[in-house]
Structure formats: structure tokens, C-alpha cells
């Protein structure tokens, strides 16, 4: 199983990017699916979750109302739409498909990872 994120790049302070995941060797549509994030000398955090169904989502307080977790389970993809971008959320930025349907918070229900994608907010 291969996950491969992409979508990231270089945007100004209040600007957008959407990050993509999709996957070989698996549906991801029959999983939760969840992207975490780390900066430098900072460990790996949770960003955003959501569940097979597309109907349980959860996020990061600090991403809450400011990036949305979506699902295309008909092109098997997963999403991760940024708004307001800000410098502090630079980071590479990872997707993970979960054990099972339901997703949570912690890396340790997850099971297959993407390489992670370069996301740079510049003021």
C-alpha cells in the first residue's frame, strides 16, 4: 500500500492551498483517514480526521474553522482544504489511512502513511 499527498507549495499569509491523498494497494474509501503535520524541530501532530462514511470529521483546535477534511470516495481521494493560512501552520504535511472506519487523534490508529507534502505559509 502507497499513499501519495500532494497539493503543497509555497503561499502567502492568508492565502489557500488544497492537499490531496490518494492511494495503491488499498480504498481508501473503505477507511478513516486522517493528516497530521510537522515542523521543523516540532514532533508530528494531528491535523484533521474523518471517517469512511465522510460523515464524522474532527480537527485540530488550531485548524478548526480554517481548514476542512473532505472525501471523494468516488475518485477514492482524500482532501484537505487550507484557508486563512498562516505562517505558523508551515510544516510537511501528511496523510494516513486508518486500521479500521472510524478515525481518531492518535497516529497509533493509522496504518499506512503518504511521504508528506512541503506546505510553506510566508509572511
Known amino acids: 500500500v502507497q499513499l501519495q499527498a500532494s497539493g503543497g507549495g509555497l503561499v502567502q499569509t492568508g492565502g489557500s492551498l488544497r492537499l490531496s491523498c490518494a492511494a495503491s494497494g488499498r480504498t481508501l474509501g473503505d477507511y478513516a483517514a486522517g493528516w497530521f503535520r510537522q515542523a521543523p524541530g516540532k514532533e508530528r501532530e494531528f491535523v484533521a480526521r474523518i471517517s469512511a462514511s465522510g460523515r464524522v470529521k474532527n480537527y485540530a483546535a488550531s485548524v478548526k474553522g480554517r481548514f476542512t477534511i473532505f472525501r471523494d470516495n468516488a475518485n477514492d481521494t482524500v482532501y484537505l482544504q487550507m484557508d486563512s493560512l498562516k505562517s505558523e501552520d508551515t510544516a510537511v504535511y501528511y496523510c494516513?489511512?486508518?486500521?479500521?472506519?472510524?478515525?481518531?487523534?492518535?497516529?497509533?490508529?493509522?496504518?499506512?502513511w503518504g511521504q508528506g507534502t512541503q506546505v510553506t505559509v510566508s509572511s
Open positions: 494516513a489511512s486508518a486500521k479500521g472506519r472510524s478515525a481518531f487523534d492518535e497516529m497509533d490508529h493509522y496504518e499506512f
